[in-house]
């Protein structure tokens, strides 16, 4: 069976952790561990090993994606001995860390033969502190993009008939730039139409909405419908970063087809990987652009 990532069980392993601690008798002025505030930044990066997955010729494709445990803080951590896989340092992943969690975002293609015993690991260091992820060909670990939809999307099973496909993007493979001025980037994305929207969801959607106080908990990750959005994937070694007006487009539910164009600006010279991601809510498909920025 493979494997669906356990979510669903939080809320009740919460509820468990907190009647076994109303349970353990009080203890009067102790500070609580620091590590159970939200921290702004200086804490570190875990990557994780999301699973495994055969691909259509019989290859091994493993996917990692990371917990980025600052919920500010955007690290840059170029590609070698702070940031590297054991078999070589640079097999594709990210060297700019978005805010908390993030699943899915590379795969690594391995052959067919790959050791069932053999693990990957990738590690990352930060602040002096290495975080690491093994991938391995553990049966339980084994996914398909019907496991991808229901950790990616908002929950329950993915559409069977028909089934979901992932959205494909294009853009150009390659832009000019000048740090500090604005250049065009365009995406765009085709799509399937699924998941469709439904009576319920249309009426929710044109529903006004109550306002959140500051602090609330914010919006669901998963929107449903096709959307572009684009991303830093690779800053250069020196440093560097870039903003995106706009980021993304707003999710269409039932949309075939979508168009982002976006005024990106970059602080430095260097090269970039930039990302554009298209979305249907539930599965993902990116597209990676270098950029050759220029005083």
């Known amino acids: 069976m493979k494997r669906f990532h356990a979510w669903a069980l939080a809320p009740a392993l919460l509820l468990a952790a907190d009647w076994a601690a109303y349970a353990q008798p009080r203890v009067i002025d102790q500070l609580p561990d620091e590590d159970s505030f939200a921290h702004g930044a200086g804490k570190s990066v875990q990557p994780f090993f999301?699973?495994?997955?055969t691909m259509p010729d019989g290859h091994i494709?493993?996917?990692f994606g990371y917990l980025n445990l600052n919920y500010e803080e955007e690290p840059d951590i170029a590609v070698g001995p702070n940031n590297k896989f054991d078999l070589r340092d640079d097999l594709g992943q990210p060297t700019h860390?978005?805010?908390r969690r993030h699943l899915f975002v590379f795969k690594v293609d391995l052959p067919k033969d790959w050791d069932k015993q053999k693990h990957l690991v990738w590690s990352i260091t930060?602040?002096?502190?290495t975080n690491s992820a093994n991938g391995w060909l553990q049966p339980e670990w084994e996914v398909d993009e019907g496991v991808m939809q229901m950790n990616i999307g908002?929950?329950?099973a993915p559409p069977v008939d028909p089934p979901n496909l992932a959205p494909k993007v294009s853009a150009a493979a390659e832009v000019t730039a000048e740090a500090g001025k604005p250049v065009a980037l365009s995406?765009?994305?085709s799509d399937d139409g699924i998941p469709k929207p439904r009576a319920r969801a249309r009426a929710a959607a044109s529903a006004p909405r109550m306002p959140l106080p500051p602090g609330a908990t914010p919006p669901p990750r998963a929107q449903l419908g096709l959307r572009i959005r684009w991303e830093l994937y690779r800053a250069p070694a020196e440093g560097g970063s870039v903003?995106?007006?706009p980021e993304s487009n707003q999710p269409q539910m039932g949309a075939e087809s979508s168009e982002l164009k976006t005024q990106a600006v970059f602080s430095v010279p260097g090269t970039y990987w930039l990302r554009a991601v298209a979305s249907d809510g539930m599965l993902e498909t990116p597209y990676d652009v270098k950029v050759t920025v220029k005083r």
């Open 50 to 53: 999301e699973g495994w997955q």
């Open 61 to 63: 494709a493993m996917w």
């Open 97 to 99: 860390f978005y805010p």
């Open 126 to 129: 930060t602040g002096g502190h």
């Open 154 to 156: 908002p929950g329950g």
């Open 187 to 189: 995406a765009s994305a």
């Open 243 to 245: 903003e995106f007006e």
